[in-house]
């Protein structure tokens, strides 16, 4: 793989935020539900993944930042050449004329190249031989890929919660609880879900992408519903039912109550992340019946000389 920070189009130094900005923006034009005839999408989205997993990696970034493994998380120059290395050159060991190795540090394990080469054996704590012992333990195999999930939730979902079944790469489904705080890019780690490789398999990475709806609106933590009422309800007052996010209730609407005039219900928004929960606000809108007779023979005799509605506004 390309240089990941060159993949993701962001400078080296780069912080946390940055890349994840840059990852979301390429994960929404790259995904392969968005470019279904386009193979190379598909296999550039998989690279940006991986660079994306790198770089948020705090232990890998910086490991590849000196140089010790590449771009694909594997261990680079086992013999010491490389970054770090005095003039280009192998780095300080032994050896004769100018030849020496390293085995200290983060160097790869010889210690089954000099056991074919010297007879040795390996033995706790490293590799033995004539020599009088060199050599670490292994380093660890490198997993398998990640692999990118898009899971669409529904708007009342996410709101309250509702368990989510996604269906994986391998055919198998899984029932996924969504966290409190969740949000459109919320994303959720799935340990082990992801592509098997010698050390074992990547992990699912699912993006959340929470769908509009037809007449809920998120403000932060809180839902907004515009509410139609007649007018009736907003001179009179009374109950009049609602829809939330979690069913229906019954909201008391004052008498006297104008278009705009906003309620409140409280603990039916979004869960937040601290346990606690945002509100609904129900905006009351009038809807008056259009050719109504009777109500325009009832304006028409009405005497409302002593309210101006205007009067606030000057002019």
Known sequence: MADPYATLGVARGASEAEIKKAYRTLAKELHP?????????AERFSQVTQAYDLLTDKDKRARFDRGEIDADGNPTSPFGYGAGSAGGG???????????FDFGGDAADLGDVFADLFGGRQQS????????????KSQPQPKGANVAYRLRVP?????????????????????????AGVEDGTQMRLTGKG????????????????????FFTRDGDNVRLDLPISLKEAVLGGKVRVPTV????????????????????????????????????????VDLPANNDA????????DDKGHDPRADMGG
């Open 246 to 285: 979690e069913g229906a209730v019954m909201l008391s609407v004052p008498a006297g109550s104008s278009s705009g005039k906003t309620l409140r219900l409280k603990g039916r928004g979004f869960h937040k992340k601290d346990g606690t929960r945002g509100d609904q606000l129900v905006t009351l809108m």
């Open 195 to 214: 592509q098997q490789g010698p050390g074992g398999a990547g992990d699912g990475i699912v993006t959340i992408e929470v769908q509009p709806h037809a």
């Open 295 to 302: 109500l325009r023979d009832f304006v028409r005799d009405w």
């Open 90 to 100: 192998p780095r300080g060991g032994f050896g004769q004329g100018g030849a020496q």
């Open 125 to 136: 704590g490293g590799f033995r031989s004539g020599f009088g012992g060199f050599g670490r």
């Open 155 to 179: 708007f009342v979902d996410a709101a309250s919660l509702a368990t989510q079944r996604i269906t994986l790469a391998d055919g198998k489904t899984i029932d996924l609880k969504l966290p």
């Open 33 to 41: 539900d968005r470019n279904k005839d386009n193979p190379k999408a």
